[in-house]
């Protein structure tokens, strides 16, 4: 099946709370660094208008080949990741009214067996969210060392070494591994005690697809250059799913708020707009939380 027959059944988080906080009025410009699906492109490029200076963002050819009734009305389309989207368009001295990065993983992606985002359905060991990129979680299952795999696993996945070492030592004993389901099944095999609801695959899947597209460095690496992407006055929406990625934000922002004349921005949320209050009929909206900047 081609990409196209799968219709994108994506509802964006936290969607009142980041209008609602944006402010988008009619004339401004937006620049989404992970547009996705365009469900939060879409609510507010309906209020600004301004298709033509706007630019959406995504490394995922699935959610490109969505955009393009974006494309049609003047919007500028960038198939690359949001830290190589970001310096682009530095280097170009654009800036915007508006900014939003949107952290998580599209329900596509995670629905889509073929993705290999989901032990819940059996797919390839995948997880790129660029396929154009070599490394994949298969590549780091079946070719990292018991350590690295430990540490990957620990670091990212937050879960406690002695979990984590017997699961690498699983992992590199049990080689190859290709699918999502035998991943699972294994580590399943190697949990000791009972599980309720959280499966014992859950933080290993994490871990691996933060590894896979080094999700944290991207973030690391996009938030200084947010105040040069941004006009005086321009709100900028960071959309997080865990606590690391959450973490890195709320560092950078509370760097912004202690940097006294120095500081470019001043931070609008003092603290984050969770998901579970604020988007409650959104099971996706869970773990999200929503913080946002104004430049000075």
């Known amino acids: 099946m081609s990409i196209k027959e799968h219709p994108p059944h994506h509802v964006p988080v936290l ?18 660094l992970t547009a996705g699906y365009g469900g939060h492109a879409r609510q507010v490029l309906a209020k600004t208008t301004n298709y033509t200076d706007s630019v959406l963002v995504d490394r995922d050819d699935y959610a490109i080949s969505h955009l393009s009734e974006f494309e049609e009305k003047g919007v500028r389309l960038l ?32 629905d889509q067996h073929e993705r290999g985002f989901s032990f819940t359905k059996n797919g390839p060991l995948d ?77 290993t899947f994490q871990a691996l697809r933060i590894a896979v597209n080094e999700e944290l460095r991207q973030v690391e690496d996009v938030l200084p250059l947010l105040p040069k992407l941004l006009k005086t006055g321009g709100r900028v929406g960071i959309i997080s799913f865990h606590s690391l990625e959450d973490r890195l934000v709320k560092h950078y ?19 984050p707009l969770a998901g579970d209050i604020y988007d409650v009929h959104n099971p996706r909206s869970r773990s999200a939380k929503l913080r946002v900047a104004v430049k000075k």
């Not at 900014?99 to 993983?105: M, R, T, W």
């Not at 060392?145 to 879960?159: K, N, P, V």
Request: charged share 30%; proline share 3%.
């Open 79 to 110: 198939h690359t990741d949001f830290v190589a989207a970001a310096r682009q368009l530095v280097t170009e001295g654009k800036q915007f009214n508006l900014v939003l990065i949107d952290l998580g993983v599209s329900s596509p992606q995670l």
């Open 127 to 203: 997880m790129r969210m660029d396929r154009r990129q070599e490394v994949s979680a298969d590549t780091l299952v079946n070719t990292a060392t018991r350590d690295e795999l430990a540490r990957i696993i620990t670091t990212y996945g937050e879960e406690p070494m002695g979990f984590a070492r017997r699961i690498a030592e699983a992992i590199t004993t049990h080689r190859p591994i290709h699918t999502t389901e035998d991943l699972a099944e294994l580590i399943k095999q190697n949990y000791r005690g009972k599980w309720k609801k959280i499966h014992p695959a859950t933080r």
């Open 15 to 32: 969607l009142d709370a980041t209008l609602d906080q944006l402010k988008p009025i009619s004339g401004e410009n937006y620049l989404d």
């Open 253 to 271: 922002f509370g760097e912004q708020k202690n940097a006294g004349y120095e500081a470019e921005l001043d931070i609008l949320t003092k603290k």
